[in-house]
């Protein structure tokens, strides 16, 4: 038992060690885009449905504190086809798009995974949440109950919030600074609030004149990402030129023969 609790109690102060190891230090900047999946959403008996899958796009600058803990402000765009829009009458109008786009402010933490023999700057998982502001938007929705024609065309802007799942897989081996990343991210707003209009024909007591409806998006993305602060490789250490050869030392040698003797 005191062993188990020994053990217990040494990876529980290994892990925050190994955390505190971290090699995105300074600016960055990254980039992504991926698939975007916008849950249907239903208000006062008018449902909307997407196609299922539509498309993400962000961009992102931030800075790492060198200790697993970074920041960084990110805007995004979002967008989905719709498919069908239902009703009172049943499916009552097919065309328009969904479209999320705002800024948000990251908080996001590496985990070193040194004690598992895999390198920081080869791959580092990572999680994250966010806070912002993200305007909301159906485009171009066209409705027919009976003989009224509506149309869903505004924007409303709301409190966001989102998740991150990821991971880094660093190309720095190539290119010092450079990674690889891909995310998993759940993005909600508050309801928004769009207006329903009516383009002609007798107005219909079923028919609300504004819809707030929910808004869950789960995307999933690939992309890149530039630390300007990664340490660079040390330069190849240049052998030291050959020492010049010694110079030769001039001689002058005096040779005395006994007088009248040539040995």
Do not use: C
């Not at 960084?72 to 499916?91: K, M």
């Not at 996001?108 to 995974?113: C, K």
């Amino acid at each position: 038992m005191k062993l188990r609790f020994a053990l217990l109690a040494a990876t529980m102060f290994a892990l925050p060690a190994a955390a505190g190891a971290q090699p995105l230090t300074g600016l960055y900047v990254g980039a992504g885009a991926g698939i975007n999946l916008w849950r249907d959403a239903e208000n006062r008996g008018v449902r909307v449905h997407d196609r299922d899958i539509g498309a993400v796009a962000l961009g992102a600058i931030g800075w790492g504190f060198g200790n697993g803990l970074r920041t960084e402000i990110e805007g995004n765009y979002r967008v989905s086809e719709i498919n069908t829009v239902a009703g009172p009458g049943g499916r009552i109008g097919s065309s328009g798009y969904v479209r999320n786009y705002g800024v948000m402010a990251n908080a996001l933490f590496d985990f070193d995974l040194s004690s598992f023999g895999v390198r920081p700057n080869r791959f580092m998982p990572y999680l994250g949440i966010g806070i912002g502001y993200v305007w909301s938007e159906i485009q171009n929705a066209r409705l027919n109950v009976g003989a009224s024609r509506y149309r869903i065309h505004d924007t409303d802007g709301n409190f966001a919030y989102q998740a991150i799942l990821g991971g880094a897989l660093g190309l720095g081996d190539m290119v010092p600074g450079l990674a690889v990343t891909a995310e998993a991210r759940y993005l909600g707003t508050l309801k928004p609030s769009l207006r329903v209009a009516q383009v002609s024909g007798p107005a219909r007591a079923d028919m609300p004149g504004s819809l707030k409806l929910e808004n869950h998006n789960f995307s999933f993305l690939l992309g890149v990402r530039y630390n300007f602060g990664a340490p660079r490789p040390a330069p190849v250490a240049q052998p030291a030129p050959a020492a010049p050869p010694a110079p030769q030392i001039a001689r002058t040698y005096l040779v005395f023969f006994d007088w009248d003797r040539a040995d």
